[in-house]
């Protein structure tokens, strides 16, 4: 993955993509087992690409390599959205709520822009050392701090891959099926590429053991 830009075009280089971003975005419907399997279909998509094969993964549910991720960005959405849930709830019971409520929304948007920004970094943490990396908060900070420019660009990229994912809702639900996990793809690109960057563009690090 020689630019960013790569991100967006190397799913299509797979012969069988159609099928396979289908499949897996049917599998994706699934509440919460699908929403694991296809967090999973990221990680191996993230082997592919790192190893430079422009080649999606199969589609299927694989489950034990989507729960790390799965867990660690829903511990970090789910904490991040305490402070301005707490003010919502306060605004609900105190005569200043007007007040209140836009200091709750505000946090909650700064919360948002500061999970965007920390994405990357937990991504490839959790690529490559499981629960332990993903909560390696001082990692984390230190990864997405080492060249801020970089990190953000990542977030916003993929912030931008989660706005491709939702386009589908518009063509009657049904483009999700492929929209959904085109945005994961996209996402893995450009974890890949982030990566590459922090490293100078330097010899890939070799991909964590396949679970068995």
Known sequence: ???????????FQDPGWAGKLI???LIAIIPIVGWIAIAGWLMMTIDNYRAGRKELPPAGFHLERGIPIFLVLFVYGLVLAIPSAILGILAGS???NASIAAVGNLIGVLLSLLLAFLAPAIILQTYRAGFAGGFDVAGIWATAT???ATTVLAGL????ARIVGG???FLCCVGLLFTIPYSIAITAGIVVWYERQLAGAGPTPSAPPAPS
């Not at 993955?1 to 799913?11: K, N, R, Y």
């Not at 990229?157 to 931008?160: A, D, E, N, P, S």
């Open 167 to 169: 386009i589908g809702f």
């Open 146 to 148: 080492g060249n801020v």
């Open 1 to 11: 993955m020689t630019s960013v830009g790569d991100s967006f075009s190397w799913p």
């Open 157 to 160: 990229l993929i912030y931008v």
């Open 94 to 96: 105190n005569d200043n």
């Open 23 to 25: 499949v897996q975005g």
